[in-house]
């Protein structure tokens, strides 16, 4: 369901979704140009983007869709692979940064459910399940190997120069790709392991 229908079927609903949705989206961002930072590369941190103000970090073409499709993107976080102190390494770790820190939240809001133990379907309750499953969502849906997606960078970095190559001119085409196997369901599956081993890794970690 797109968020502008959501809006006027349970505006109450909307305003929980959108808010997590939104910074969940930002912080992912944040995460590549942090690390990013801490190994070399400065430039997301000279553009402003190391910030939680979502204007620095909005698209508007991945606004829209996320409002009436329910699917969006953020500006990407701009990095120069070049200036960072192991660029193979530095690759992976970026690109994985994202997904580490949607997992990390999810795990957070699971934490917080199970130790403030809520009423059912009250707001806190609500609002912390639709966080975790946001997060996990995206974790998922990021590692999907389609470039521009984080998981073809994390298997850039272990794979050779001309298998890189070859998934780095996807690259143009890979939005179009991406739609195009989320509207006839192909990618349902990947995403739903994806998330089953996301899941599974944070129930480990809970008390």
Same mark, same amino acid.
């Given at each position: 369901? %797109?968020? *502008?229908? &959501?809006?006027?079927? !349970?505006?109450?609903?909307?305003? &929980? $979704?959108?808010?997590?949705?939104?910074?969940?989206?930002?912080?992912?961002?944040?995460?590549?140009?942090?690390?990013?930072?801490? @190994?070399?590369?400065?430039?997301?941190?000279?553009? +402003?983007?190391?910030?939680?103000?979502?204007?620095?970090?909005?698209?508007?073409?991945?606004?829209?869709? *996320?409002?009436?499709? +329910?699917?969006?993107?953020?500006?990407?976080?701009?990095?120069?692979?070049?200036? &960072?102190?192991?660029?193979?390494?530095? *690759?992976?770790?970026?690109?994985?940064?994202?997904?580490?820190?949607?997992?990390?939240?999810?795990?957070? =809001?699971?934490?917080? $459910?199970?130790?403030?133990?809520? =009423?059912?379907? +009250?707001?806190?309750?609500?609002?912390? /399940?639709?966080?975790?499953?946001?997060?996990?969502?995206?974790? =998922?849906? !990021?590692?999907?190997? /389609?470039?521009?997606?984080?998981?073809?960078?994390?298997? @850039?970095?272990?794979?050779?120069?001309?298998?890189?190559?070859?998934?780095?001119?996807?690259?143009? #085409? %890979?939005?179009?790709?991406?739609?195009?196997?989320? #509207? $006839?369901? /192909?990618?349902?599956?990947? /995403?739903?392991?994806?998330?089953?081993?996301?899941?599974?890794?944070?129930?480990? $970690? *809970?008390?």
């Amino acid at each position: 369901m %797109g968020l *502008l229908r &959501l809006l006027f079927t !349970n505006p109450f609903a909307f305003i &929980l $979704l959108i808010i997590p949705l939104l910074y969940s989206i930002i912080i992912h961002e944040l995460a590549h140009g942090w690390v990013a930072k801490k @190994m070399g590369d400065s430039t997301a941190e000279w553009l +402003g983007r190391l910030s939680l103000n979502p204007m620095k970090h909005l698209d508007p073409i991945g606004t829209l869709m *996320l409002f009436f499709f +329910g699917f969006g993107w953020a500006k990407p976080v701009p990095v120069n692979f070049n200036n &960072l102190n192991d660029p193979r390494k530095g *690759l992976i770790l970026v690109s994985a940064a994202g997904i580490i820190a949607n997992t990390i939240l999810a795990f957070l =809001a699971l934490f917080t $459910l199970r130790v403030l133990n809520p =009423a059912p379907f +009250g707001a806190i309750s609500t609002f912390l /399940i639709y966080l975790a499953q946001i997060n996990i969502m995206l974790a =998922a849906f !990021n590692l999907i190997p /389609i470039p521009p997606l984080d998981g073809s960078k994390i298997l @850039m970095g272990f794979s050779s120069p001309q298998f890189q190559y070859s998934l780095a001119r996807l690259e143009p #085409y %890979g939005f179009f790709i991406i739609i195009a196997l989320l #509207y $006839l369901n /192909i990618l349902d599956p990947l /995403i739903a392991l994806f998330e089953w081993i996301i899941t599974a890794i944070i129930s480990l $970690l *809970l008390p």
